[in-house]
């Protein structure tokens, strides 16, 4: 069983859509990542973040660290936005989620 | 600072050669990652380092070694190489904890 799971695990949408990705984990963390990975590409972290929200253009992250359970939202969705997105925490290992992938359409 | 750095980019190798791929960062970061990505799936842990000198098996270990032997390097030695070997690999870096995850650019291994 994965420690973090993450809804959905594909997601397709049409350009202007409001996206939200899921992430839960099971454990007590200090801090949740979320990052992106394009087709063919490196990884990019988008956001780390403890509490509260953080915003960053048209994506937000938000964290309920009581609740174990962290989204990510993306506002008026681009194909340029398709890719995986990856919650994960940092342990003596890195821990991920399943990851979601993303497709937007014009 | 330069991030996280992994040479080299592209390598195609025949069965049963063996090479190094390097690995380094220059930010003081105690944990250091190898991970390797096949088509389509997600990462799986190869080795994992929590400071120099100190080196341990992830879940899919087998067919690759590593060495610590400075805070900054991390390489990964692949000996007898195999097609089951093919894939993308990615060095990342962290102090742990609340900090920040550091990816670098990947090694595309092909193993023919």
């Known amino acids: 069983k994965n420690e973090v799971e993450q809804s959905p695990q594909n997601l397709t949408a049409q350009e202007g859509e409001f996206i939200t990705i899921n992430c839960s984990y099971s454990v007590g963390i200090s801090a949740l990542h979320w990052l992106q990975q394009h087709p063919g590409g490196g990884i990019v972290s988008l956001f780390m973040?403890?509490?509260g929200k953080k915003k960053h253009g048209r994506l937000i992250a938000t964290i309920n660290i009581q609740e174990k359970h962290s989204s990510l939202h993306i506002t008026a969705s681009h194909p340029r936005d398709s890719a995986v997105y990856i919650c994960?925490?940092?342990?003596?290992?890195?821990?991920f989620g399943t990851g979601t992938r993303l497709q937007v359409f014009p | 600072n330069a991030g996280v750095t992994q040479t080299p980019k592209f390598r195609i190798l025949k069965i049963g050669q063996s090479m190094t791929l390097q690995c380094a960062q220059d930010?003081?970061?105690?944990?250091m990652y190898w991970y390797r990505q096949d088509p389509g799936m997600g990462l799986k842990l190869i080795y994992y380092?929590?400071?120099?000198?100190?080196?341990d098996k992830g879940e899919v270990p087998n067919g690759y070694n590593v060495s610590r032997s400075t805070t900054e390097d991390f390489p990964l030695r692949l000996e007898l190489a195999a097609p089951s070997q093919t894939s993308v690999y990615f060095c990342?870096?962290?102090?742990?904890?609340?900090?920040?995850?550091?990816f670098g650019p990947g090694t595309r291994l092909t193993v023919t």
């Open positions: 930010m003081n970061h105690n944990y």
């Open positions: 990342a870096s962290t102090w742990g904890g609340s900090y920040e995850q550091y």
């Open positions: 973040l403890s509490s």
């Open positions: 380092s929590v400071g120099a000198g100190i080196t």
């Open positions: 994960s925490y940092n342990t003596d290992k890195l821990i």
